[in-house]
């Protein structure tokens, strides 16, 4: 069993930076890819970035972000952040933490087992 908080979402302007964080408790977390999902109000889950376990060490990223989001993992401590630059107003939603076993279908919302409670970002004009 693995259960996922997440933090750090937070009201912001557009063109700042912000870091969620995830963490992890459970065994062999270390062996799941974590990925982090957004929803914004009236639209569906749509993936945002992946990381695989760190044996692999394989990121994938939504081709809409342009380069702005990175995934890292903070192994010593069970924690996934999203590090998140140039904010726009588009990036508001609720931000999810999710993980799973297997190693495909990573952008898939539903190919995850575990999920966090979600963390609000808002980026404002």
């Known amino acids: 069993q693995v259960q996922l908080v997440e933090s750090g979402g937070k009201l912001v302007q557009a063109g700042d930076s912000l870091r969620l964080s995830c963490a992890a408790s459970?065994?062999?977390?270390?062996?799941?890819?974590t990925a982090w999902f957004r929803q914004a109000p009236g639209k569906e889950r749509e993936f945002v970035a992946a990381n695989r376990w760190s044996g692999h060490g394989m990121t994938a990223y939504a081709d809409s972000l342009e380069g702005r989001f990175t995934i890292f993992r903070d192994i010593a401590n069970n924690t996934v952040h999203l590090q998140m630059n140039n904010l726009k107003p588009e990036d508001t939603a609720v931000y999810y933490c999710?993980?799973?076993?297997?190693?495909?279908?990573?952008?898939?919302?539903?190919?995850?087992?575990?999920w966090g409670q979600g963390t609000q970002v808002t980026v404002s004009s």
């Open positions: 459970g065994r062999n977390f270390i062996w799941y890819t």
């Open positions: 999710a993980a799973k076993r297997t190693q495909d279908r990573d952008r898939d919302h539903r190919q995850y087992e575990y």
